[in-house]
């Protein structure tokens, strides 16, 4: 994963509801109508929100009939928490 890519992951979860987003969806696929339930956000918002974490790669997903389900596109964590590892690495290796 490129700096660029990575530092682009990084902004879309320093939104808060976004971050709260990809927890929720840790427990497994939801509907939309369950998430903007859940977090108390106008549709609309919740849309924009889904929209963003779609685009940058972090969820997919998928319709059945009127309702969209999102769940996380764990090929993404994996490949940033890859990065974040790097980064601890070459940390540790020059202590500090």
């Not at 998430?35 to 059945?64: A, M, Y």
């Amino acid at each position: 994963m490129t700096s660029k890519k990575s530092h682009e992951l990084c902004c879309v979860l320093g939104n808060n509801i976004r971050f709260k987003i990809i927890n929720y969806l840790a427990s497994g696929e939801k509907c939309v109508c369950n998430i903007f339930k859940k977090f108390g956000l106008p549709q609309n918002l919740t849309s924009h929100h889904l929209g963003i974490l779609r685009e940058s790669g972090f969820i997919v997903d998928r319709k059945d009939g009127k309702w969209v389900y999102y769940s996380l596109n764990k090929k993404t964590l994996i490949e940033l928490k890859k990065t974040i590892d790097n980064i601890l690495n070459v940390k540790k290796d020059n202590s500090f």
